[in-house]
């Protein structure tokens, strides 16, 4: 017999940016078969750059599509970045967990608060850099940002700290092996859980006599 | 800058005889730091056997002693068995956690349940057998047990079955090593929940800037 649990769960990786969120996304989908853990691919109204595919890297649609899918409910949560639009499509979540796929979502911390109003069901977990220095220097040495932009992001992190209260796990990625080791850690525990689902388990063990 | 939590957790390692709950408390322990991690150890009123010693395998008491025990509010759970008295002593406990050290209880279900009265806050983990007929391989080739005495258990198991809903983690132990991943997965998760003392972690994070 199996360990618990056959359903999916949705993984709410987030924090400010320069966590290294990304990162841990990427390592601890590489390590994970497809049919176990998938990434949520987002839906975006903006053009696909060289070697993005639909339906891999995005779900490309127009602006009218999007507009249709925030009218009937269709988005965990959505958001306009330099005039494009990027939210993440319920149904496509949905279909991945019924399936038995846990589905991993990389967001920032104001795009978890809103999946948390629509799946409270979701696993959230808050990677946090060890220092506001190191954040300070990892922001600087990505060399894409001026430093006013860096100090709006320095202040704009501390303001939403308070806001870990509203998850479940905190991560402090200081050795990164360590941080995707932790969160592996995280999604096996959160499948051995008891949770209701428990009595279809006992009702087997009480048949087999 | 550490992982949030610094204080010890109580791991309560629970489920019928059978399960593997010992095999996998010394696996876990083998493989860990004792700073990080010890076993609980019981007070006992029986006579040390060869090479047992006060403090390591037991804490070897009288009986008025056990009973002062008792009367003091001293235990986390008592019980007697085959006229020996056994105990989880609390202080000893207590002191290891507050010392950062997590501990492990390895424990029959009944006595899991008057621990959780006594100390809510500890990680519940209920280890079940793959099958009932997996269980009754197991309790036979032991060898210990009369049929009559595996039947008792087998249907003791049953009824027992209805408490998982009080523990917080169920791990089916087939595979060993894979149980024993699990376990030590939430060992590492609970260490990364975001509790009461986040609040610190955050302030921490200010007072740099």
């Given amino acids: 017999m199996d360990q618990v649990k056959h359903t999916g769960k949705l993984f709410i990786i987030s924090g400010p940016s320069g966590a290294g969120k990304g990162t841990i996304c990427s390592r601890l989908l590489a390590d994970s078969d497809p049919e176990r853990m998938c990434l949520s691919v987002s839906m975006t109204t903006r053009a696909p750059r060289e070697g993005e595919e639909h339906g891999v890297h995005y779900y490309f649609v127009t602006k009218e599509e999007f507009q249709e899918t925030i009218a009937s409910g269709g988005f965990l949560e959505h958001a306009e970045v330099y005039g494009n639009c990027y ?3 319920r149904e496509k979540v949905l279909e991945k967990l019924a399936a038995g796929t846990d589905v991993v979502l990389e967001i920032d911390i104001q795009g978890a608060l809103s999946v948390k109003k629509a799946y409270p069901d979701g696993i959230f977990i808050f990677i946090l850099p060890p220092s506001m220095s190191i954040l300070r220097k990892r922001l600087t040495g ?9 100090d ?3 202040s704009k992190t501390l303001e939403e700290l308070s806001y870990i209260e509203e998850y479940d796990y905190v991560v402090v990625n200081g050795e990164l092996e360590e941080a ?3 969160v592996k850690a995280i999604t096996i525990a959160e499948h051995s859980r008891v949770t209701e689902n428990i009595h279809e388990l006992i009702e087997r063990y009480k048949e087999e006599i």
Avoid: F, K, N, Y
């Fill in 87 to 89: 939210g993440t499509p």
């Fill in 142 to 150: 990505r060399g894409t940002d001026s430093m006013e932009v860096i």
């Fill in 152 to 154: 709006m992001r320095l």
């Fill in 180 to 182: 995707v080791s932790r």
